[in-house]
């Protein structure tokens, strides 16, 4: 799938390079990125959808492990931490149909988007008859994307020196990555005085992905507000927040040719 997003990608590029509009009237801008990523606001909604769903899946894991323990349970305490990081780069080629004063521009960018998301937690459960259940755990998942992206784009007011723009697009991406994570618990039976210790880790390449089927290609949504300011006649600094399958703040430049 990413062969015929590249395909596309190449001849939209000199689609819009031979159209005589771009030519006779257009002006072309090229600009280079670069921002940080991460999941925002949404890292305490996955917090709190993680909680309940640990919780509820270590209880019964603990219960199918140690039927004996039913209905002996009293208190269970758990702590989870999720953290989000990431960084953008990219290229862009960008017409403004209009020309110089033109308003809406399409453009065309090849990105390179790293996203790690971390995730570190403990929980302890307490039995009537003092056994008792502690562990910890953490997990890592990083995913490395390229990928090609079609944006359209609106500057308001663009014949002013410092303006704000709006920003819309799609991009299809190739994935690689891998999910590590790694846990170790103890259980402390206190009928027999004995306890029991696990550790488990392990390590997942995201490439398994690309063999299932139907074929799974990332896409990525692109919605962004920002600000552009013009240096001179050709060369603009912008800087923009929005959304990038997370949330993403970065800052360009970008010269006229």
């Not at 953490?138 to 500057?155: A, C, Q």
């Not at 552009?228 to 800052?251: E, Q, Y």
Request: negative net charge; charged residues 25%.
């Amino acid at each position: 799938m990413m062969k015929y997003a590249a395909l596309i990608f190449l001849i939209t590029c000199f689609s819009l390079a031979g159209s005589q509009v771009a030519f006779a009237k257009g002006e072309w801008e090229v600009s280079l990125h670069y921002g940080s990523w991460n999941l925002s606001l949404l890292e305490s909604y996955l917090e709190g959808v993680l909680e309940d769903t640990v919780a509820d899946e270590l209880k019964e894991a603990i219960i199918a492990e140690h039927p004996e323990k039913s209905g002996l349970e009293e208190e269970y305490y758990q702590d989870l931490s999720l953290d989000s990081t990431g960084n953008n780069f990219g290229v862009e080629m960008r017409l403004y149909p209009a020309g110089k004063e033109g308003s809406f521009s399409v453009g065309l960018s090849l990105e390179k988007t790293q996203m790690e998301v971390n995730l570190e937690g403990s929980a302890s459960y307490q039995f009537a008859d003092e056994s008792y259940f502690e562990g910890s755990g953490s997990s890592k998942l990083l995913i490395d994307l390229i990928s090609y992206h079609l944006s359209l784009r609106w500057d308001m007011v663009p014949s002013g020196r410092l303006h704000p723009y709006f920003g819309l697009g799609l991009g299809l991406a190739s994935l690689t990555g891998y999910l590590y994570y790694e846990a170790s618990g103890e259980f402390y039976d206190a009928a027999t005085e004995e306890s029991e210790f696990e550790l488990y880790s392990d390590e997942i390449d995201l490439e398994f992905l690309e063999d299932l089927e139907p074929k799974i290609t990332p896409i990525i949504v692109q919605l962004n507000l920002g600000l552009k300011l013009r240096i001179t006649d050709d060369f603009h600094f912008l800087i923009d927040a929005g959304i990038w399958n997370g949330f993403l703040v970065r800052g360009s430049v970008a010269y006229r040719l």
